[in-house]
């Protein structure tokens, strides 16, 4: 079979980061030292750091300090939700986050991936939206594109490669349907 990929023309002159250069440096450095260096419950510092970059961070917001961030203006995070330990969100396009959400450690939130057919392997970036009182559990790898429906669940080690509906726990890889979340007389 011939090799249709050619990755020396790949190019992603066309993506746009939404801040130049040197403003990303600044990020990476910063998130690096004062951000990752702060004590456990520095979460109000934490916050004041990703907002001065750009981050809509609702109130009582916890993120941990090894809590990654490729591009800070490109998150939004609504009230009283949590970011856990070692949670990424490549932010290559929109990250939005409801209030009264969980995204547990090690969640991976990923919003850039490549054109598998395309010789050239370009960037393809689509944003994830994450709505009110959702819980990504545990290791969970979230797709571009996807939506969490409120109070929707994926389950710890889950592959979220499909939108997940409101109230439903998803799990396994890919995430399938397992149950509702809640009764819905219990959601009035």
Same mark, same amino acid.
């Given at each position: 079979m011939k090799n249709k990929i050619n990755l020396k023309n790949y190019n992603q002159n066309s993506y746009d980061r939404g801040k130049n250069g040197a403003f990303v440096l600044i990020w990476w $450095?910063?998130?690096?030292? $004062? $951000? &990752?260096l702060s004590f456990h419950n520095m979460y109000n510092w934490r916050n004041m750091i990703l907002r001065m970059f750009g981050a809509k961070i609702g109130k009582g917001v916890k993120v941990r300090a090894s809590a990654k961030f490729t591009y800070p203006w490109k998150i939004e995070v609504g *009230? %009283?939700?949590w970011i856990g330990d070692n949670v990424k969100l490549y932010s290559l396009d929109n990250i939005i986050? /409801?209030?009264n959400c969980v995204v547990s450690q090690e969640s991976y939130l990923c919003t850039g991936s490549h054109d598998i057919i395309d010789p050239h392997f370009s960037l393809v970036t689509k944003p994830i =939206?994450?709505? *009110? /009182? +959702?819980?990504? +559990?545990s290791d969970v790898f979230i797709y571009p594109g996807v939506i969490i429906g409120e109070m929707g669940v994926a +389950?710890?080690?889950?592959t979220v490669l499909? =939108?997940?509906?409101? %109230?439903e726990i998803h799990a396994g890889s890919p995430? &399938?349907?397992?149950? =509702?979340r809640f009764k819905e007389d219990e959601l009035t």
């Open positions: $450095f910063i998130q690096s030292t $004062f $951000f &990752r *009230d %009283n939700s986050i /409801g209030s =939206n994450i709505k *009110d /009182g +959702a819980w990504i +559990a +389950a710890a080690r889950s499909h =939108n997940i509906p409101s %109230n995430a &399938r349907y397992i149950k =509702n």
